[in-house]
């Protein structure tokens, strides 16, 4: 007998991981489809099933692989490859070279689903296929002659996309509701595109319900397509996970740039804290964070305004006129100024958005103002504590030094608060930034409510805004004054035995 | 594939690598017959001159090794070659002589086809 004693390497018993190269997705898969094995997308019209399907097959051409795009009863291939031309993925150069499209409607109307199964095998030996997208198995289901033959055609393609190693993904015009069909129990994995309305915004999001023989990230996801296809924002919260990588202790100071509010700070924030500037609205809160970014970037170091209010060129005006050189650190790298209004992006994309820039810019000081851009971005408003978190955690991680600018909706006096529960517990340093009116004066002053691990002095200091910044006053008498003016307000106001 | 198709028998219990397997081959030009276990193997072996057996390990009423062993046994079958699958990792399954080639499941098509080529190769030379 010939014994020829081929096998596989006992390493085919791994999984072997194909990455699909659509941003967000390996990693919500934690490392890409798994070759050879079945997935089905569902999802209602416009989630953007097409898109995915598509952008997957260029895609994985692109990284050396050969892909087949199969329709049933969907819109024609001169249609749909019109309206994806504009995308960034989109290569006709791959066309018929390497990526084949395929209608097979013809063959499940005539011969049914044997008929389909064969031009599956037809279709992946013929082009050496090592990806198949079917767009559209609604029409299979319609034809098939009951629950049990679909199920089988479902087996059979499982393994037929196993034994020629072709990543098979299903696209279904259908929605979680329906996941009982036989087809989603026979899937090796089951990924749900859908819309979610919050405040009259309505949301594209993304779920892995099931992926067989490996982990991956739980929940919904936001899902966003723009010029570049589909691109998925994994949960901030999730996808760092950082709590367990302990945030590198340091020791240096870092001067804020206001002087004399270095000297109550004993010399400054320690480097890799997070800070918030705790104030109404005009107190100076924006001013005291572009000083901080301006001395950082006096003294070589990068730094990044993460804004949702005023544009870049407002802002250095703004900077220019209080004596600070933002415009010249910008030219030279020093400064960067990423903005955005808060109702446009979600959470995970600003979390994303604001690391890319971060690493971009190897930014040291990052400035958040204000930390309501978050709060107004949140689809679910209880998560953007957990966000928070996660973001400032991977900062300090990061060793890079950050600064909150947080809006009170009162000017000053003990109801001034934090409008995002929990926010103080994870900050170390403190600052809160009042104005009450004097007679007809305004007065002005800052403390430090806290700087953990430091000592700190622990009384007000009447500040001023001028042509140079911020100026704190040397000494801790007027703002005590002002204090005891408004006691005295206080009391006057008071009506006698309340 | 030049000359007459040659005959290749596939055995299996699971219904979808039985199926799909022989409808592979078919596409590849060979002429294939199917059972669900040994015993059933066996009467298509009596019914028809297979040139190749492939046959999965563990299956119900007569296994893959009960099978070789039986092939073995009979002089019409003993010189059939046998191309032996399994789900079990490799080293725990038996090697009766008859076996030409061994996969792992889930099996690669194109190693099949391979050698199978290459089995009917050897059985064709002088």
Redesign the interface.
């Known amino acids: 007998m010939t014994d020829i004693a081929q096998s596989h390497p006992d390493d085919a018993w791994l999984v072997e991981r194909t990455k699909t190269g659509v941003l967000g997705l390996d990693t919500l898969l934690r490392g890409g489809l798994v070759r050879g094995a079945i997935y089905m997308v569902m999802g209602r019209p416009g989630t953007g099933k097409t898109t995915l399907g598509n952008q997957l097959c260029f895609e994985h051409v692109k990284r050396g692989g050969r892909a087949a795009y199969m329709t049933l009863l969907a819109e024609s291939h001169a249609a749909m490859l019109k309206n994806l031309h504009t995308m960034s993925f989109f290569d006709s150069s791959l066309i018929n070279n390497g990526l084949s499209y395929v209608g097979a409607y013809r063959a499940l109307r005539d011969e049914k689903l044997r008929g389909l199964l064969d031009m599956v095998r037809r279709v992946i030996l013929d082009e050496k296929a090592t990806l198949l997208v079917i767009d559209g198995i609604s029409p299979a289901r319609a034809l098939a002659e009951n629950d049990v033959a679909l199920k089988e055609f479902v087996v059979e393609l499982q393994m037929l996309s196993a034994m020629t190693n072709c990543t098979t993904v299903l696209l279904a015009n259908m929605t979680a509701a329906d996941a009982n069909d036989p087809e989603h129990t026979m899937v090796d994995g089951l990924i749900e595109l859908s819309f979610e309305q919050f405040r009259r915004r309505t949301f594209r999001t993304i779920e892995v319900l099931k992926f067989r023989g490996t982990r991956h990230l739980l929940g919904r996801h936001e899902l966003e397509i723009g010029e570049n296809g589909v691109s998925i924002h994994p949960r901030l919260e999730d996808l760092l996970d950082g709590s367990e990588r302990p945030a590198p202790a340091s020791h240096r100071r870092l001067r804020t740039g206001v002087r004399e509010l270095d000297s109550m700070l004993h010399g400054g924030v320690l480097g890799g804290t997070t800070s918030v500037a705790l104030g109404f609205s005009g107190s100076g809160k924006t001013t005291l964070g572009l000083h901080f970014l301006h001395t950082g970037a006096e003294a070589g170091e990068a730094g990044l305004l993460f804004g949702f209010y005023e544009s870049p060129e407002r802002v250095l005006q703004s900077s220019e006129r209080v004596g600070l050189k933002l415009p010249e650190h910008a030219a030279r790298g020093l400064f960067s100024h990423v903005w955005q209004p808060s109702y446009e992006f979600g959470l995970d994309r600003l979390g994303a958005r604001l690391l890319a820039e971060v690493e971009r810019t190897n930014a040291k000081r990052v400035v958040i103002d204000s930390l309501d851009g978050f709060r107004q971005a949140a689809i679910d408003p209880s998560r953007t504590i957990r966000f928070i978190t996660a973001l400032l955690n991977e900062l300090r991680t990061r060793e890079i030094t950050t600064f909150l600018i947080d809006e009170t909706l009162k000017p000053s006096g003990p109801e001034m608060e934090m409008r995002i529960e929990g926010i103080s517990a994870l900050v170390e340093n403190l600052f809160l930034l009042e104005y009450s009116m004097v007679g007809a004066r305004m007065l002005r002053r800052i403390s430090i409510v806290k700087q953990r691990a430091s000592a700190h002095e622990s009384t007000a200091r009447e500040f001023f805004l001028t042509e140079r910044g911020i100026e704190v006053a040397p000494d801790a008498i007027s703002a005590a004054e002002v204090a005891a003016h408004s006691a005295d307000q206080t009391a006057a106001r008071t009506p006698e035995g309340v | 594939m030049t000359g007459p198709s040659p005959n290749v028998l596939v055995v299996d219990d699971e ?3 039985l ?3 022989a ?2 081959l078919t ?1 590849e030009g060979y002429q294939v017959y199917t059972a669900s276990d040994g015993e059933e193997a066996l009467q298509r072996l009596e019914e028809t001159a297979i040139d190749v057996v492939i046959t999965d390990y563990k299956m119900p009423k007569m296994d893959g090794a009960e099978l070789c062993q039986h092939m073995l046994s009979d002089p019409r079958f003993r ?1 059939i ?1 046998v191309i032996f699958t399994s789900a079990t ?2 080293q725990d399954v038996p090697r009766p ?8 499941k ?7 086809l ?2 199978l080529a ?2 009917l190769k ?2 064709r030379s002088p």
């Open positions: 219904f979808a690598s199926e799909v397997l409808l592979m596409g010189n070659p990792y490799r002589k008859n076996i030409a080639a061994f996969f792992n889930p099996l690669l098509f194109k190693d099949v391979s050698a290459r089995i050897g059985a």
